[in-house]
T-cell receptor, first 113, second 109 residues
Framework: IAGITQAPTSQILAAGRRMTLRCTQD?????MYWYRQDLGLGLRLIHY???????GKGEVPDGYSVSRANTDDFPLTLASAVPSQTSVYFC????????????FGPGTRLTVL | GQNIDQPTEMTATEGAIVQINCTYQ??????LFWYQQHAGEAPTFLSY??LDGLEEKGRFSSFLSRSKGYSYLLLKELQMKDSASYLC??????????WGAGTKLIIKP
């Protein structure tokens, strides 16, 4: 079944540890996105990629890095996790970086202690 | 700055009609999306409006007025499964979605 997968589903992490959230899509979408969702707030864009080999910063990029080595994968890395990075992380993809509909993965619930 | 305003919570009765309003201010505009998000799940696409007027899709309709910075989502013949959060998201001049905090819709029998 075509779609977006994320791993892990949930994770508890000690502060200061490094963590990579994985995202894979099989829809051959060019654009991919990472969002975080916190209670009472709208989704906030962390990083995006309009095509393989390119990435851009969103609204809240500090403390996060991404890479886009190929079309399918878009991992998000927290170099040294802090408690304020406790959140639900959603990966999304769209056909292009324009006004195309974004489709979301199931999310990763991350807790940093 | 960019801002989205929608009610935090609404309650409606099964079988009824409910209208969820959204006002927005963005730097440029490339259309407005509505998403549905059930608790603990990912947002799923409902509708996209780029021109003024009403778009109807089954029990759900979405309206846009660009001059007023206003949109609404209309849900008819409400079902219990419609209990969810509804997210308004206009797209700015950089093609980035600006997300509201969402409206939690509670359906009562």
């Amino acid at each position: 079944i075509a779609g977006i997968t994320q791993a892990p589903t949930s994770q508890i992490l000690a502060a200061g540890r490094r963590m990579t959230l994985r995202c894979t899509q099989d829809m051959r979408h060019n654009a991919m996105y990472w969002y975080r969702q916190d209670l009472g707030l709208g989704l906030r864009l962390i990083h995006y990629s309009n095509t393989a080999g390119t990435t851009g910063k969103g609204e809240v990029p500090d403390g996060y890095s991404v890479s886009r080595a190929n079309t399918d994968d878009f991992p998000l890395t927290l170099a040294s996790a802090v408690p304020s990075q406790t959140s639900v992380y959603f990966c999304a993809s769209s056909t292009s970086g324009g006004e195309d509909t974004q489709y979301f993965g199931p999310g990763t619930r991350l807790t940093v202690l | 700055g960019q801002n989205i305003d929608q009610p935090t919570e609404m309650t409606a009765t099964e079988g009824a009609i409910v209208q969820i309003n959204c006002t927005y201010q963005t730097s440029g505009f490339n259309g407005l999306f509505w998403y549905q998000q059930h608790a603990g799940e990912a947002p799923t696409f409902l509708s996209y409006n780029v021109l003024d007027g009403l778009e109807e899709k089954g029990r759900f309709s979405s309206f846009l007025s660009r001059s007023k910075g206003y949109s609404y989502l209309l849900l008819k013949e409400l079902q219990m499964k419609d209990s969810a959060s509804y997210l308004c998201a206009p797209m700015d001049s950089n093609y980035q979605l600006i997300w509201g905090a969402g409206t939690k819709l509670i359906i009562k029998p």
